[in-house]
C-alpha cells in the first residue's frame, strides 16, 4: 500500500474550515504545503478542489474524489469511493490526504503520518473540523518552535505526528 499521510492546518479546537473554504491563508503555510506535496500525489474531496484557487496543484498527481459520477476536473483523476484511490496508488507512492473534512475522516484509518500545522486562534463559527487526534494512536515526532507569518501576522507552528502501531 502507498505512504498515506495527512496534511492540515486547524484552531486550537480543530477547525478546518468555514463555508467551504480554510479558516486562514497563512503565506509561510503554503509555502510549507507546497515543498512537502510537491512531486507526490495528493487526494481531495470535490469541495477542496472547487476551493483551490487556480485549480489542480501542480507538480502533483490530483486525486479527487466525489459522489457525483458526472463531476470532471481537467488534470486530475476522478475516483468515487476511497478503496478506488487505495487501488490505483503505487506501493512506493507518497500519497498526501489534503481535505476536507469528510475525506479526512475517511483516510484517518489509513493514514501513517500527520502534518499539523497548529493556528494559534480560536475560529468564529466553523463548520468543517479534523477528525480527533488519539494520542493512543498517535505519537508526536517533530514540533516547530512558535512563528509568526509575516502577511497574517498569525501565530504558528507544525507538529508531525507517527501512528503507533499496537502488537
Known sequence: MAQ??????TDKNGAIGKNGDQLIYISDDLKHFKAITSGHTVVMGRKTSEALPKGILPNRRN???????TWEQEGAEIVHIDIDVLAITN?????YVI??????????PFAQR????????????PDTYFPPINSNDWKIVNTSDWLVDEKSN??????DYERIYHE
Open 4 to 9: 498515506i499521510s495527512m496534511i492540515v492546518a
Open 154 to 159: 498569525v501565530r504558528f507552528r507544525y507538529v
Open 91 to 95: 506501493s512506493d507512492e507518497q500519497v
Open 99 to 108: 481535505g476536507g473534512g469528510e475525506i479526512y475522516k475517511l483516510f484517518m
Open 114 to 125: 500527520l502534518f499539523v500545522t497548529e493556528i494559534d486562534m480560536i475560529a468564529e463559527s
Open 63 to 69: 486525486i479527487i474524489l466525489t459522489r457525483s459520477t
